[in-house]
């Protein structure tokens, strides 16, 4: 093995170990919150139970609407029917709402994939990041990020799409760049090649208000 090999192994290697702490990092911080709201539940009940000794049936049902509002932000937003994805979907949603970002998400993956872990680790997590940070940009009343995610016959189809206020994103050199600044391009190249290598398909495009990334890969 050369040294260029090598010293490409090294990073793929430290890319790897960043990207499985920041996964833990953001799967910590939804269980917190829902920790955080079983910890408050007897306290719940105790207060449900003051107004209803009362008679304060209307304290009551008010109580109970800002409880559904307050488990909605913690209950687990996407179930594909794929563990991993789940996994990945639920805690970027959790750190997206954290930053004042709605997620609109429609994702349903009924089929064992062929895909490993890892890829699939890569390349949603790298889409979601960036298009958590395009929506950062943008002021709060503009900032939305859009998935979809299915089975097209035999092939995973993905799409992310987050909005741009009208900003047209420009290419350079042919290709559409991170969004983070220099050094940071490494994942949308690890993306590009695991697409590539599992002979899948990958658009970018960037019209007035939006900017999306879609991504085709076979599984049969």
Request: glycine share 8%; with cysteine; aromatic share 8%.
């Amino acid at each position: 093995m050369g040294l260029f090999d090598r010293l490409i192994d090294r990073r793929l290697a430290a890319y790897q170990r960043e990207l499985i702490e920041i996964h833990y990092a953001e799967v910590e911080n939804m269980y917190r919150q829902m920790r955080g709201w079983r910890h408050d539940y007897r306290s719940h009940i105790q207060t449900m139970k003051a107004h209803a000794a009362g008679g304060d049936w209307e304290a009551v049902s008010a109580y109970l609407d800002t409880l559904e509002t307050d488990l909605a932000t913690v209950d687990t937003v996407v179930k594909t029917g794929n563990p991993m994805a789940d996994a990945i979907l639920n805690s970027k949603i959790s750190l997206a709402r954290s930053k004042g970002i709605p997620v609109q998400a429609d994702a349903s993956i009924p089929v064992a994939l062929k895909i490993s872990e890892l890829d699939l680790c890569v390349i949603l997590g790298n889409l979601f990041d960036n298009a958590i940070d395009a929506s950062l940009t943008l002021p709060e009343k503009d900032r939305l990020v859009r998935i979809y995610i299915d089975m097209k016959g035999p092939q995973l189809y993905i799409s992310f799409t987050n909005f741009t206020a009208g900003k047209k994103q420009r290419k350079v050199g042919g290709i559409f760049h991170s969004t983070k600044g220099a050094g940071h391009g490494f994942g949308l190249v690890r993306m590009d090649t695991i697409v590539k290598r599992l002979g899948g398909y990958l658009s970018r495009n960037s019209e007035d208000g939006a900017f999306t990334t879609e991504v085709l890969l076979p599984q049969g």
